[in-house]
């Protein structure tokens, strides 16, 4: 796979982009809008321009992307009308929500072939969204387009199918059918759209093997970079932690998370007289409520409490003693790696994306599914917590420092677009 591995912070050609698909939040924090916002800086940074063409209102951003030079904001016109009909529960939102980005996204074809035209773009960057309909089809040819996805609809129909009996149990019957319905569309619409990529940026090789599996696409036209994490949001606790020591859950309560395996782990080590709490952290999905599946769990050593604000996230994991990450399909899992930045080892499948590469003295990787490792790997760790807990929390806020840091993130991504495009800045075909 290509990527760039030098010392430099220079590019050797900086580029002018045209970002599209998700940007950053109002405020600073993790999840999707906090990889855009530190993406867009490290490329900044690094001396490439960026228009990125967002399809939403305008709206606050953080200020180290607002004041930043070499990005220009550009917006579209989705306005969400909360309080209407459509807009009444999460799953018409959902709906109605991909609807206008659809609206908006088409609108600022325009203003893309536009700047386009008084100054040429060397790449389109469509980030997070596999099936934007913002790139104008005249540009195709012209422009090389690098899509960087944080998932796939192929895959989470799977398992939002798979799991339809527990869907069940947790939310009405329609809501399911609805979910099912637009993600099965979606899912034909992402295999047509992904194939005019002449660049895949897989934020792991698990994802890139589902995505090559599932849509056909060649694997010599990706590169595996993970996301970024803003360190500095998280400090090492060199402290002990209370007792009994917290085995967080954290992330969305939804299809293909593995709920239902962390309410059987919570069960495993009550009977296994493990001295831990399970507790988990994380609201519903817009369309999918796996919340009802956790009543199971037993009150002697597990709580559930809800969704918290992203500001709280680092004092969450500064608390805490592991980390459980327990689905069944998970392109990357950003929590893993914040959770590492805070000094904190992890327990996760085989399909958590931000697991691979990570030392295993840190990181104990199982099977999915598999309840009794999972069990087994959460108590060897507390173990070996209490017998070397500094030496432990240094060597996973340096996996995270090594693996995720943004500016090699960053300088990664660059090397991959200078690779893609030449040395003379035309595309050199697909040498990855």
């Not at 402290?239 to 919570?266: F, H, N, Y």
Request: hydrophobic share 45%; net charge positive; proline share 6%.
């Amino acid at each position: 796979m290509g990527s760039s591995n030098g010392s430099s912070n220079v590019p050797r050609r900086p580029l002018r982009i045209a970002w599209l698909g998700a940007g950053p939040g109002m405020r600073e924090s993790g999840g999707v809008p906090g990889v855009a916002t530190d993406l867009l800086q490290g490329l900044a940074r690094r001396g490439h321009r960026i228009d990125c063409l967002l399809p939403g209102r305008a709206r606050e951003l953080p200020e180290r992307v607002r004041e930043e030079r070499n990005i220009a904001f550009v917006w579209g016109t989705a306005e969400r009308h909360r309080r209407r009909w459509y807009n009444r529960t999460r799953i018409t939102a959902f709906a109605s929500g991909l609807l206008l980005r659809g609206v908006a996204s088409v609108r600022l074809r325009r203003e893309v072939l536009r700047r386009h035209r008084q100054e040429p773009y060397d790449v389109i960057y469509q980030f997070s969204n596999i099936e934007s309909l913002a790139v104008p089809a005249r540009l195709r040819r012209a422009v090389p387009l690098v899509i960087h996805p944080e998932t796939h609809i192929r895959g989470e129909l799977r398992f939002l199918i798979s799991e339809r009996r527990l869907a069940r149990r947790s939310q009405p019957t329609y809501a399911f059918v609805l979910a099912a319905l637009v993600m099965s569309v979606r899912a034909v619409v992402q295999r047509r759209r992904i194939r005019h990529a002449d660049l895949l940026v897989c934020i792991s090789s698990v994802f890139r093997d589902h995505l090559v599996a599932d849509c056909r696409f060649p694997i010599e036209r990706t590169v595996v970079i993970p996301n970024p994490v803003r360190l500095e949001r998280f400090t090492e606790s060199h402290g002990e932690r209370g007792e009994p020591p917290i085995v967080l859950v954290l992330g969305r309560v939804s299809v293909r998370k593995g709920v239902e395996d962390v309410v059987a782990v919570a069960h495993a080590l009550l009977e296994r007289g493990v001295d831990a709490r399970v507790r988990v952290v994380g609201g519903p999905s817009m369309w999918s409520d796996y919340t009802k599946l956790l009543d199971e769990l037993p009150a002697e050593n597990a709580e559930y409490v809800g969704r918290i604000a992203p500001p709280e996230i680092p004092a969450e994991l500064a608390r805490s003693d592991v980390l459980l990450a327990a689905s069944k399909y998970e392109p990357f899992g950003l929590t893993v790696a914040e959770a590492l930045a805070a000094g904190m080892p992890v327990v996760a499948t085989s399909e958590v994306g931000a697991g691979e590469d990570v030392d295993a003295a840190v990181l104990a990787r199982v099977r999915p599914g598999d309840v009794g490792a999972m069990a087994s790997a959460i108590a060897e760790m507390l173990e070996r917590l209490r017998a070397e807990p500094r030496e432990l929390r240094a060597v996973a806020r340096a996996e995270a420092e090594r693996l995720f840091a943004s500016e090699r993130v960053c300088e990664r991504i660059s090397g991959a677009l200078e690779t893609l495009l030449g040395g003379d800045g035309a595309p050199a075909g697909h040498p990855f």
